[in-house]
């Protein structure tokens, strides 16, 4: 979280430079972090980030596969992706763990650094799927 706290310091809150660089919100991209809503997915994902180096099942860890997927099964369908139906989330409940990772985050950050604002307030929690809408 250090290097994320680094860079936003030093980008503020500008996350678009039109004609160069446009920075996503955390989940807004083709990527998330499968461990912020507790590696549960939604129909709305499209990669989850975070598993290259986890095996299915290792030390009790639930995966949110049943198995690892097979790339020869890939395609423009879902039957490549052997998903755990109890993993599956809405988009709400998605919403609310990332908003509960949030809160947390904040909580559990270093005192010294609680001065920096924008760890007080959420950044997508209450807007997910569509917080650039309101930009």
Known sequence: MAYV???KMALGATRLWPGKVRIYRRAHGWVRDGFLADDGW???DFMLHGYKANKVGQGG???PFT??????????STKGWPWRKEKMLSVQEVKKRLSGHEAGSGKNFPQKARVISYLQY???GNCFPNCDDMV
């Open 5 to 7: 706290t680094c860079c």
């Open 42 to 44: 939604a129909e709305t």
């Open 61 to 63: 860890w639930k995966s």
């Open 67 to 76: 198995e690892a997927p097979n790339p020869a099964k890939c395609d423009a």
């Open 122 to 124: 959420p950044d997508v």
